[in-house]
């Protein structure tokens, strides 16, 4: 399923930074990142997204986020490569507690991805746009859940 994720991203990230008017354009966009998916699936997931059409500055109808969010690209990145870089800001504990902060839209599939991993010392994860709440079982060391964490995310 971390297929998908990625998936997901790129669609959000694509949308951000360009002006895509159809499916088949983001269907173009994707191919030249690698993503290999049908009309069908891209349909789901825009659904799955709640993206929706808005005339931009110039007329043309073109898609948008919700809640405008924007996914812009740094320095020209690719968006394999910011995939990589997968939207983490930081990592802090309190108690039986971690908070993971990343960038607006990526706490979502950053927990789906934390959440599809077995880790006996991490009850469950709450997740909003940019942040991520982690329960811990009482008595977790930071170091194993820290490790843990980094197995999932590179970047950490």
Partial sequence: MKKKANRLDAIKMIISSKEIGSQEELLQELSKEKFKLTQATLSRDLKQLKVAKAASMNGKYVYVLPNNTMYKRANDQSTSEMLMNNGFVSLQFSGNIAVIKTRPG?????????????????????AGDDTIMLVLREGAQQMMVRNFLALIIPSL
């Fill in 106 to 126: 990526y706490a979502s599939s950053m927990a789906y991805d934390i959440d599809n991993h077995e880790f006996s010392d991490l009850l469950g994860t709450i």
